[in-house]
Nanobody, 115 residues
Framework: QVQLVESGGGLVQPGGSLRLSCVASQTIFSRAVMGWYRQAPGKQRELVARTFNGGGTNYEDSVKGRFTISRDNAKNTVYLQMNSLKPEDTAVYYC?????????WGQGTQVTVSS
């Protein structure tokens, strides 16, 4: 059983920054594709960014140049650095681990961007 625990969400003003962290409980972490998804009220969950175990990354178009995903395999942790935040970034952010054919999810952390 893989457990993912997110932290780092909160309330921030437009233009501000937050860093989300996600710690995984299992050593599959280094072999998994790790990602961050988000779900705003009334909308479907969408991929924000993901990092592959070979080091590659990809991003949703609206966050390119503002968000950076990174991973520390020694700490079983994936990060999402979010800069220049906008009100439309407001959502619950979920950590995801994709390994072979399985997907594991964290409980989510709320990010609210508002003045």
């Amino acid at each position: 059983q893989v457990q993912l625990v997110e932290s780092g969400g909160g309330l921030v003003q437009p233009g501000g920054s937050l860093r989300l962290s996600c710690v995984a409980s299992q050593t599959i972490f280094s072999r998994a594709v790790m990602g961050w998804y988000r779900q705003a009220p009334g909308k479907q969950r969408e991929l924000v960014a993901r990092t592959f175990n070979g080091g590659g990354t990809n991003y949703e178009d609206s966050v390119k140049g503002r968000f950076t995903i990174s991973r520390d395999n020694a700490k079983n942790t994936v990060y999402l650095q979010m800069n220049s935040l906008k009100p439309e970034d407001t959502a619950v952010y979920y950590c995801n681990a994709h390994y072979i054919i399985s997907d594991y999810w964290g409980q989510g952390t709320q990010v609210t961007v508002s003045s």
